[in-house]
């Protein structure tokens, strides 16, 4: 039982990671974007693309919040399972 909510507990926290590092990637490939605008002098999608990397990094920092939230649970029923095969 507490075997079987430790293993759902690390493959949710998979997926985390999964979008966290989708959110990576993105934020990088538009800062790409946007530095390739500023030299092309396109300063109205400069700022489009620099709003859109300030949502993404709003929205990084809030997965980062949850999977902080997912690792510590992750621990503490690590140490419930173990705790309960000492026992």
């Not at 985390?16 to 530095?35: A, F, G, H, N, P």
């Not at 390739?36 to 693309?49: A, G």
Request: hydrophobic letters at 35%; glycine letters at 2%; aromatic letters at 4%.
């Amino acid at each position: 039982m507490i075997q079987q909510r430790f293993n759902e507990l690390v493959t949710v926290q998979l997926e985390t990671m999964d979008k966290l590092l989708y959110l990576q990637s993105e934020i990088e490939r538009c800062q790409v974007l946007e530095e390739e605008l500023i030299e092309l002098q396109e300063m109205t999608k400069v700022e489009s693309i620099q709003k859109e990397i300030l949502t993404k990094k709003r929205d990084l920092k809030e997965i980062q919040k949850i999977f902080q939230k997912q690792t510590d649970e992750v621990i503490r029923s690590y140490q419930k399972e173990q705790n309960g095969v000492t026992t």
